[in-house]
């Protein structure tokens, strides 16, 4: 298996324009994590998937910021419009499993995001 | 918000020591896991304990629980000069579900060859 793959890797914009991440899990994960990297908050989870409907965007920091997931092998997060505030690395992550399981998650390269 | 507490935020050692990172936690868990993350790269997971376990081995890494205290350690045997990443424990909230993973803020760990 390919692992999970990130689109594009690295991503410049200006403030204001539409920005749509890619990820694609490992095949028969049916869990998906979107997270956001940066120097001064670490790790943070955005949102996570399982079986394609969203169970948590609660780490969604506003309205700028969606996330879709219209099949098992796809999903998006798009911010729109974007901010300087927004540079981070954006990492995709998948799991099998849910519920109380207990499962490692496979991490995709990211996608490293600067806004200027 | 952040979960784990990881002790050191950076050590600096040489090949062939060992290196030890403690992660603390607030809240209890199902389970605990220690990532790695090289320069520029993704996360790759190492080693998964679970409430119920103490202690737990894989190759060179031994990692321990204790949910008293609610603190874990991650310990690298015998280091070498490619163990120099940034190491991340995560919590899995034992409320929530869904396998979510609440990360700390990482332990940079050098090994001078």
């Known amino acids: 298996d390919a692992g999970v793959i990130q689109s594009p890797r690295h991503e410049v914009t200006e403030m204001g324009q539409e920005v749509t991440l890619r990820c694609k899990p490992i095949?028969?994960?049916?869990?998906l994590f979107w997270y956001r990297q940066t120097m001064m908050r670490g790790l943070e989870l955005l949102i996570y998937?399982?079986?394609?409907?969203?169970?948590?965007d609660s780490g969604m920091p506003e309205d700028r910021f969606s996330a879709k997931m219209p099949n098992a092998s796809f999903s998006t997060l798009k911010i729109q419009p974007s901010e300087p505030r927004d540079s981070a690395v954006y990492f995709c992550?998948?799991?099998?499993?849910?519920?109380?399981?207990?499962?490692?998650?496979?991490f995709g390269p990211g996608t490293r995001l600067t806004v200027t | 918000s952040q979960q784990g507490e990881e002790d050191p935020q950076a050590l600096s050692i040489q090949e062939g020591e060992n290196a030890t990172m403690n992660c603390s936690y607030k809240t209890s868990i199902n389970n605990l896991q220690w990532y790695r993350q090289n320069s520029g790269r993704g996360l790759v997971h190492l080693i998964l304990i679970r409430s119920n376990e103490r202690e737990k081995h894989s190759g060179r890494l031994r990692v321990t629980l204790d949910t008293s205290k609610k603190s874990s350690s991650l310990l690298i045997t015998a280091s070498r000069a490619a163990d120099t990443a940034s190491y991340f424990c995560?919590?899995?909230?034992?409320?929530?579900?869904?396998?979510?993973?609440?990360f700390g803020a990482g332990t940079r760990l050098a090994v001078h060859p």
């Open positions: 992550a998948s799991s099998l499993g849910g519920g109380q399981g207990v499962y490692e998650q496979y």
């Open positions: 995560a919590t899995v909230p034992l409320s929530g579900g869904y396998n979510k993973l609440i």
């Open positions: 998937f399982n079986n394609n409907v969203p169970i948590d």
């Open positions: 095949s028969g994960h049916n869990s």
